[in-house]
């Protein structure tokens, strides 16, 4: 019996700058195309990808990583057009594309005829066990050990991304070690959530979207309590959500009106995009554009002592509860807002 044709996988990694021709002029070199050079000096479209794909007579993986960093608008409406003709003529070629997006129409825009071509694989937070079992395997292979407090510590401040259990879990290591122990304490934690903070690659963002000459602002206190409001399935949360937390974060009583320019600043240019605006008038959804600021904005509150720690476990038994797949239930909407 005939084997089948081995699957050759090839990766290109996506930057502001890439266009739908760099894209494909690295698969086909990867892929080691004959045909590559002659299509080099050439504008690429999608028939003509299809052609070296058919030309190549092998099968093929092609993962295209970080998508959403493209800022060519016709390059993925191109690579659309690539999907369906590859589909169309049954080119052995699987297409991976690889980006935060909440659907296809997200990830590649409108084109209805490619839906049936398409299967989406949503990527959800890790659960608080496996990012539990991430640490101590690090632990174990770095022959140190922590103890039960800050473990769960890490695992809570992660909120679902491993990028923060690697984070705080290497800096906690590190200030152990530097004191020549092999055991990691609540202390080496408290000062690994100061130095990840100070540090982290965020922070310009997180500078961008809180100061300002006004004294007496809420920026920082209103991404907090966003930090904290409930949220959907997708991270959406209303102006509503927020009122609680922050109304707990500033020791008074909070009503729409007096943070709803926080949140519509926060959402603008001026202040980065810090958060993501989605739905109509009176009834404006809101998520932090980039998930990693979420979880970094509690951190902050907490190495600055803005945040004690009989004050997170009510800010989190607040959002906790109010996390639901259909939460928004509110109608306490200022007219206007």
């Not at 190549?56 to 295209?64: D, E, F, G, P, T």
């Not at 084109?111 to 395997?137: N, Y």
């Amino acid at each position: 019996m005939a084997l089948a044709t081995p699957l050759e996988a090839v990766r290109v990694d996506c930057g502001s700058t890439t266009d739908f021709g760099a894209i494909w002029r690295s698969v086909f070199r990867d892929l080691g195309s004959p045909l590559a050079e002659e299509w080099r000096a050439n504008a690429l479209d999608p028939e003509e990808v299809r052609y070296l794909f058919q030309q190549l007579n092998k099968r093929a993986l092609v993962v295209i990583d970080e998508l959403d960093r493209v800022e060519d608008d016709e390059g993925l409406s191109l690579l659309s057009d690539t999907v369906k003709t590859l589909s169309d003529h049954s080119v052995p070629v699987t297409l991976m594309f690889v980006r935060v997006a909440d659907s296809v129409e997200a990830l590649l825009g409108e084109h209805g005829s490619i839906v049936r071509s398409i299967v989406q694989v949503r990527m959800p937070r890790m659960p608080q066990v496996e990012l539990g079992a991430t640490l101590d395997k690090a632990c174990e292979r770095a022959t140190i050990r922590i103890e039960p407090a800050p473990r769960d510590a890490v695992v809570r401040h992660a909120e679902g991304l491993p990028h923060f259990v690697h984070l705080l879990g290497l800096h906690a290591a590190q200030n152990a070690v530097q004191d020549d122990r092999k055991l990691i304490e609540a202390r080496d934690l408290a000062r690994a959530v100061g130095r990840a903070v100070d540090s982290h690659s965020v922070l310009s963002e997180y500078q961008r979207a809180t100061q300002s000459p006004q004294p007496g602002h809420l920026f920082e206190e209103a991404l907090l309590a966003c930090a904290f409001a409930p949220r959907n399935e997708l991270g959406f949360f209303r102006a509503g959500d927020v009122r609680e937390p922050l109304s707990i974060i500033l020791g008074r009583e909070m009503i729409i009106p007096n943070f709803q320019r926080h949140l519509n600043e926060l959402s603008g240019p001026n202040r980065g995009f810090a958060l993501q605006k989605a739905g109509v008038p009176r009834h404006w959804l809101y998520r932090f554009a980039n998930p990693i600021l979420q979880p970094y904005v509690k951190l902050r509150g907490i190495a600055k002592g803005v945040i004690t720690e009989d004050l997170r476990a009510q800010l989190q038994s607040q959002q906790e509860a109010g996390d639901e797949p259909t939460l928004f239930n509110h109608t306490d909407q200022p007219s206007g807002a």
